[in-house]
């Protein structure tokens, strides 16, 4: 989505429906020395996703500047705070624009490739999983594009084109698979309705040429995952005629044969009259809605669902994952009260379903919090602003805190693991008195199992500073997995102890964590809450 700020609120161009995944291989030493996960473990490490949205693909007549479209420089504080969050992914929309030089050469300037290669590293740097692409050159309405598939001369597309990818893929080329190319975002000739010819054609082409470029630039790159979308990263138009999966010839040997490397990117915003729609007719979605008249007619529950499985039914089941790189829904408050209700019950059956079909996904942030907005996070103090939605996803997506990255030799100019995030906390200091604390419970249960989203408030006067939170579990329940916190033991009475980055509880302040459980029948929430031994209302 190209979503930028204006004086008069938020304008952006209507993107269409969304689905996504991937498959991955964990470059080890080099190229040649892979160990793959499947896909449905790939999707499991990439967790859930955010968007750092409307920051380095903005531009001002046709140049990019991360600040034109009205958010702050981007900092490695910010990239923490989303970490902290739970998101183990966050893709990066680019812009390159007016800073590719003339031809033949089309060099990209280099004080933006290297700023691009800062922001990536704020992520990659954490254990992150990160996505770079190619976003704003593809927009016939953003000054100086040039990605265009019904332009009249696609030589000089093409040839820009590759030379501009060979350029990027060369630059994080030492990176491990943690790193992800997109070959472009939702190009298309500008027109809302069915694919035209030759457009879509040249969109393939432009895949093609990604693909090849970046694989002959060697190293990790031959084995890397990449990301390719369809006609205006629209589903219909993906699994429909027209889309052509590109050949990979040029990928490490050591790949198996039946084993892919390629990735399918699907944007999804229906209904758009309720997602991102700017006016306060449509501000319920899903079975929730208590208003028929403030729901849509259409996009609920049952055409999330078969529009994402067709998806799985066309790709995953082939071997080529899928990502939803963008979804998400904007801010109507001002016109419901309740509407944050429904745009978290949006958000936690998009991701649910995704992961049912095996897919990843990305939640589209445009960094504008307040009406017509679709930010989660204040970019400007790195703290959140929607923890309702961000609770929903965590508890969809059952996971949150990344794994460690993979035991590769970073690249030079990767920030050193010695620079600590902003909010590691000092030495242990236990809270005084009682009532400092307060806690509460998010329990999604199925037939055998269950996420539990843990939220844990300081509310007493002084800073909480490293944590232990002890409880007891249900009779039946044994948890499986966890995020944000270290469980001991799994079952029984378990203490939940602080991470690095979440350990500091300002007066006010909160947290959240969480786990995955079994369970026999009995999906209650746990009790008897204590924080470093301090009973938690």
């Given at each position: 989505m190209k979503s930028r700020l204006r004086k008069a609120g938020l304008a952006f161009l209507a993107a269409s429906m969304a689905f996504a995944g991937t498959v991955y291989g964990v470059t080890r030493a080099s190229a040649d020395v892979v160990a793959t996960l499947n896909a449905s473990q790939l999707v499991a490490d990439m967790g859930a996703g955010w968007n750092l949205g409307n920051s380095l693909e903005a531009s001002n007549n046709g140049v990019p500047s991360e600040t034109a479209w009205g958010n702050p420089v981007v900092t490695q504080a910010l990239i923490d705070r989303v970490r902290a969050s739970g998101f183990k992914t966050i893709r990066i929309p680019v812009s390159y624009l007016g800073n590719i030089g003339a031809g033949p050469n089309y060099t990209v300037n280099a004080a933006w490739l290297a700023r691009i290669k800062e922001v990536v590293d704020y992520a990659h740097g954490r254990g992150l999983y990160v996505l770079i692409n190619m976003h704003g050159d593809g927009y016939k309405t953003v000054t100086g594009s040039w990605l265009i598939c019904d332009a009249a001369d696609q030589t000089t597309v093409k040839d820009k084109y590759q030379k501009v990818w060979q350029q990027v893929a060369t630059t994080f080329q030492g990176y491990n698979d943690h790193l992800i190319f997109e070959s472009m975002n939702e190009n298309f000739d500008g027109q809302y309705g069915n694919p035209t010819q030759p457009c879509y054609s040249n969109i393939n082409a432009y895949n093609q040429i990604f693909v090849d470029t970046v694989r002959r630039t060697g190293g990790n790159n031959a084995s890397r995952w990449l990301l390719t979308p369809g006609w205006n990263t629209n589903i219909d138009h993906t699994v429909g005629s027209g889309f052509v999966l590109p050949t990979d010839q040029?990928?490490?040997?050591?790949?198996?044969?039946?084993?892919?490397?390629?990735?399918?990117?699907?944007?999804?915003?229906?209904?758009?009259?309720?997602?991102?729609?700017?006016?306060?007719?449509?501000?319920?979605?899903?079975?929730?809605?208590?208003?028929?008249?403030?729901?849509?007619?259409?996009?609920?529950?049952?055409?999330?669902?078969?529009?994402?499985?067709?998806?799985?039914?066309?790709?995953?089941?082939?071997?080529?994952?899928?990502?939803?790189?963008?979804?998400?829904?904007?801010?109507?408050?001002?016109?419901?009260?309740?509407?944050?209700?429904?745009?978290?019950?949006?958000?936690?059956?998009?991701?649910?379903?995704?992961?049912?079909?095996?897919?990843?996904?990305?939640?589209?942030?445009?960094?504008?919090?307040?009406?017509?907005?679709?930010?989660?996070?204040?970019?400007?103090?790195?703290?959140?602003?929607?923890?309702?939605?961000?609770?929903?996803?965590?508890?969809?997506?059952?996971?949150?805190?990344?794994?460690?990255?993979?035991?590769?030799?970073?690249?030079?100019?990767?920030?050193?693991?010695?620079?600590?995030?902003?909010?590691?906390?000092?030495?242990?200091?236990?809270?005084?008195?009682?009532?400092?604390?307060?806690?509460?419970?998010?329990?999604?249960?199925?037939?055998?199992?269950?996420?539990?989203?843990?939220?844990?408030?300081?509310?007493?006067?002084?800073?909480?500073?490293?944590?232990?939170?002890?409880?007891?579990?249900?009779?039946?329940?044994?948890?499986?997995?966890?995020?944000?916190?270290?469980?001991?033991?799994?079952?029984?009475?378990?203490?939940?102890?602080?991470?690095?980055?979440?350990?500091?509880?300002?007066?006010?302040?909160?947290?959240?964590?969480?786990?995955?459980?079994?369970?026999?029948?009995?999906?209650?929430?746990?009790?008897?809450?204590?924080?470093?031994?301090?009973?938690?209302?």
């Open positions: 040029y990928r490490s040997s050591s790949i198996p044969a039946s084993e892919q490397r390629i990735m399918i990117s699907v944007h999804y915003y229906d209904p758009w009259d309720f997602a991102g729609q700017e006016d306060g007719t449509i501000t319920q979605w899903g079975a929730g809605a208590t208003n028929p008249a403030k729901k849509s007619t259409w996009g609920q529950e049952d055409f999330m669902d078969g529009q994402l499985k067709k998806m799985y039914d066309k790709f995953v089941t082939r071997g080529y994952p899928v990502f939803v790189g963008e979804y998400g829904s904007i801010d109507k408050t001002t016109y419901d009260s309740a509407n944050n209700r429904y745009r978290a019950d949006y958000a936690r059956t998009l991701v649910a379903t995704a992961k049912k079909y095996g897919a990843a996904t990305a939640y589209w942030d445009n960094g504008w919090n307040g009406q017509h907005g679709f930010g989660l996070f204040n970019r400007s103090s790195a703290t959140v602003t929607q923890q309702g939605i961000i609770d929903a996803i965590m508890g969809a997506v059952g996971g949150g805190q990344p794994t460690t990255p993979p035991a590769t030799t970073p690249p030079a100019t990767t920030p050193p693991a010695t620079t600590p995030p902003a909010t590691t906390p000092p030495a242990t200091t236990p809270p005084a008195g009682n009532g400092t604390c307060r806690v509460s419970n998010a329990v999604n249960a199925w037939n055998s199992g269950l996420t539990n989203t843990v939220t844990i408030t300081n509310t007493g006067t002084a800073a909480v500073n490293g944590w232990s939170l002890v409880f007891t579990l249900a009779a039946g329940q044994t948890i499986v997995s966890g995020w944000n916190a270290g469980y001991a033991p799994t079952s029984g009475t378990v203490t939940a102890s602080n991470v690095s980055y979440n350990g500091t509880l300002a007066p006010g302040a909160s947290t959240s964590i969480g786990y995955q459980a079994n369970h026999t029948g009995n999906a209650a929430a746990p009790s008897g809450f204590r924080l470093n031994g301090v009973a938690c209302s």
